[in-house]
């Protein structure tokens, strides 16, 4: 079993920053790619950024050039730095950690973040 521990979400204003973390479970033997997505009520949960083994990232097109998720391997946590926060990235932000050759995956509570106007 796979636990993802998440910190770093908050209140900010418009145009602050955050930064969150999600740190895997020693127990992790294959990491294939860790990211983010977030959800606010009524909607689906949506990909914000994530990062594979190869390091190739994918950022959703509302988030590039704001947003930019990092990786520490030796730790098995990622980071996702956010900036020039908007109200509409108001929403609650979940880890995700995509695990091993069946490509099992594991999420994380999720951290609330809200940016105020």
């Known amino acids: 079993q796979v636990q993802l521990v998440e910190s770093g979400g908050g209140l900010v204003q418009a145009g602050g920053s955050l930064r969150l973390s999600c740190a895997a479970s020693?127990?992790?033997?294959?990491?294939?790619?860790m990211g983010w997505y977030r959800q606010v009520p009524g909607n689906e949960r949506e990909l914000v950024a994530r990062?594979?083994?190869?390091?190739?990232?994918t950022y959703a097109e509302s988030v590039k050039d704001r947003f930019t998720i990092s990786r520490d391997n030796a730790q098995n946590t990622v980071f996702l730095q956010m900036n020039s926060l908007k109200p509409e990235d108001s929403a609650v932000y979940y880890c995700?950690?995509?695990?091993?050759?069946?490509?099992?995956?594991?999420w994380g509570q999720g951290t609330q973040v809200t940016v105020s106007s």
């Open positions: 020693a127990t992790i033997y294959s990491v294939n790619a």
């Open positions: 990062i594979r083994n190869d390091d190739k990232i």
């Open positions: 995700l950690a995509v695990v091993g050759d069946s490509f099992q995956y594991y």
